[in-house]
C-alpha cells in the first residue's frame, strides 16, 4: 500500500489538442486504442499503471470532448462518447474507467456549476488536465449514504472538508479531485454538494490500496480528507440535478455500458484470434484446422451476436441520452434511462459470458498464466458490479407494464 501525497501529485498538464468534431473525436480514439490494446496484457499482469497512457489521452484532446461548443470544445454527441469510450475499453478497460468520473464531473459543471465554475473549469479540461473522484464510502447504510462533510470556514470565504472515501476511480492520476459531501444548507438540512479540490491541496491524501481482482490498474483506491480547505467558489450544488428532470444517472450510466460492451469486444477479438493462430482442431472434427471446426464456428456465431446485440443497444441509448439532453423533459430523461437501463443488462451478460466462453473455445492452452486471457474475464466481472443490473430489470419492468418512470438519481 502507497500513500500519494501532494509531494507527487501529477504536474499540471500541458498545451492538450482540442478536439472541434464528432469524427475527430471517434478517430482519435481509434487510434489511441490500437497503441494501448499491446500493452494491456502486460500492464494487468504487472500492475503498471496506466500513468503514460492517461498523458495520451489528455494531449490527444478525449478527456475535453464534452467541454459545451461556447466554452470552447467539442460538444460532441451522447452515443459519439459512447462510442469513444467503447474502443478506449476494448483496448483496456482499466484505462477507459479512470476517465468516467472526469465526464460525469465536468456534466456536473455544465448542469450546476454557475458561469465562472464552467468557464474556469472547461479550460482546466481544454487544458488536457484530468478530474478524479472521491465519491463511494464504506461502512455506510448504503452506497447513496454520505458521511463526508462541507463545513463553514468562519470566514465567509469557504469551506472546511473532511471524510475518507472508497473505490476513488480517476483519483491518483488527477489534477482535479471533486469530492461529494453534505452541506448543511440553512432551512434545509443536509443537501449533497460537490467540492473541487486540487490534487496538491493541503490535507488531500491518496492512497493507492485498490487490490480487486479485475480492472486491476484503475487505482481505484482511498482519499483521505483531513480539514482541507475549500473556497465557496470551487462548491457545487449537487443536489440540484435530481429536482427535476435529468440525465445525470443515464450519461453517467452509458459510459459504464460502453466499457462493458468494450470489454466484450476485446474478449472476443482475442478469443477469435487464439483460435486462427494457436488451437488445434479436435480430433473428431475432421478439419485441418481449429477455425474450421462447426461447432466452434456456431459458438462463435452466437458470441458475435451477443457482442453486436450489446453495440447495438449502446449505440441506441446513446442516441436517447442525446434527445434527452437537448429536451430535458421527463418523457425523453425516462426514455433515456430505461434505453440504457436495457443496454446495460445485455451488455452486462455479454461481457461476463464472452470472457468466460474466451477459454471454452480457445482450449486447455489458453489457460496458461503467462497468457493472461483470464484478465478479459477478471475485468468483466469486477466492473460488472458496479450498479446491480437486477434493480435495472425492476425499473425497466416498471415502465414498461405500468408506465413508471424511474427513479431520479445516479445509477439509472
Known sequence: MTTFDEAVAP?????????????????????LAAEFAPGAA????????????????????????????????????????????????????????????????????????????REYFFGEALAGRRFGNAQSEAGTRHVQDYRTRLVPDGNGGGYRLTGEKHYCTGALFAHWVPVLAQLDVPGEGDRLHVAYVPRGAPGLKVVDDWSGMGQRTTASGTVRLQDVWVPAERVVPHHLTFTGPQIHGSYAQLLHTAIDVGIAGGALREAAEFVRTKSRPWFESGVSTAAEDPLLVQRFGELAIAERSARALLAEAGRAVEVARHTLTEEATAAASIAVATAKAVADRACVEISSALFEVSGTRSSLEGLNLHRHWRNARTHTLHDPVRWKVQHIGRYTLNGTPPPRHGVI
Open 11 to 31: 504536474p499540471a498538464a500541458g498545451r492538450a489538442h482540442v478536439i472541434r468534431t464528432d469524427e475527430e473525436a471517434v478517430e482519435t480514439a481509434a487510434r
Open 42 to 117: 502486460e500492464r494487468d499482469a504487472r500492475r503498471l499503471l496506466p500513468r503514460p497512457q492517461l498523458d495520451r489521452l489528455s494531449d490527444s484532446g478525449l478527456l475535453a470532448i464534452t467541454v459545451p461548443r461556447e466554452y470552447g470544445g467539442a460538444d460532441v454527441r451522447a452515443d459519439t462518447l459512447a462510442e469513444v469510450y467503447r474502443l478506449l475499453a476494448e483496448a483496456d478497460p482499466n484505462i477507459a474507467q479512470i476517465p468516467q468520473s472526469h465526464v460525469v464531473y465536468l456534466r456536473v459543471l455544465a448542469q450546476q456549476g454557475d458561469a465562472r465554475q
